[in-house]
């Protein structure tokens, strides 16, 4: 990993921000990829990589992965992290969920990522080869994708497209030397949940078997490092969750 070209989607905040900062610290010159352009810059300077302030479901993202390719150098690693969240009912008190709200989820999280997939393995394909490797990309599911819970249909179904991708993906980008893995997280203590309520984030953790507590962002960004890094690794998805399986609601 010492100083190979690494891009992370997300990578201006949460998950997406621990990871930039550990493959950085492991040597990694690192690319923040995010629609935020000041939370990508902040990190990026951070780091001492380089900001790029882009929506991952832009199908022109490739002239700008180029862009940071000709600053950086070839790039050998892609971290989807890029996603929202959105819970809704499918019948709901109001009627049905809006198609708009579904469609939403499903474009961010699953297309962006297929979208960011495609872009950097065009890209890949063209490194010189490494005993036989050109690269490594590694997805963000969620154990949702197994365990939705009431409300979470579309994300739900926007992580199990992700999961369902990596070995088909893998299979076919194995004849140019990249590998395609999946880490699918359970709760973990990003920003967000930080702004929760001490006791609900108590409670949440009282759910995971062990260790009973919210994971650390930084046990994430170890397991792509892992995934980035372990040549025999490929087509796998990796449930990081403390054994959690999530309830009804």
Same mark, same amino acid.
């Given at each position: ?174 004849? +140019? ?10 709760? +973990? ?36 490092? +892992? ?23």
């Amino acid at each position: 990993m010492r100083d190979s070209h690494m891009a992370v989607t997300g990578g201006g905040s949460g998950l997406g921000a621990a990871v930039a900062r550990h493959l950085a610290a492991q040597g990694a010159r690192v690319t923040v990829i995010d629609r935020n352009a000041e939370a990508a810059v902040q990190v990026a300077e951070a780091v001492g990589g380089l900001a790029l302030a882009l929506d991952v479901t832009d199908a022109g993202a490739g002239e700008a992965l180029d862009r940071a390719i000709a600053a950086q150098g070839a790039l050998w690693g892609l971290v989807n992290c890029a996603g929202i969240g959105g819970a809704a009912r499918i019948l709901g008190r109001e009627g049905p969920m809006e198609m708009e709200a579904f469609d939403r989820v499903i474009r961010v999280n699953l297309l962006g990522t297929f979208n960011m997939l495609r872009l950097a393995a065009a890209r890949m394909q063209g490194n010189d080869a490494i005993e036989g490797e050109r690269g490594s990309i590694v997805n963000t599911a969620s154990v949702a994708a197994f365990d939705g819970q009431l409300g979470q249909a579309a994300y739900a179904a926007s992580k199990g497209g992700i999961v369902s991708l990596a070995l088909p993906a893998a299979r076919e980008l194995a004849r +140019f030397g990249i590998r395609v893995n999946t880490v699918a997280p359970g709760l +973990f203590l990003t920003p967000l949940l930080a702004e929760l309520p001490a006791e609900v984030q108590q409670g949440l953790a009282a759910a995971i078997p062990f260790p009973p507590r919210l994971g650390d962002p930084g046990e994430f960004a170890e397991a792509v490092a +892992f995934c980035l890094t372990n040549r025999y690794l490929n087509a796998e998805v990796i449930r990081l969750d403390g054994g959690l399986r999530l309830p009804l609601r």
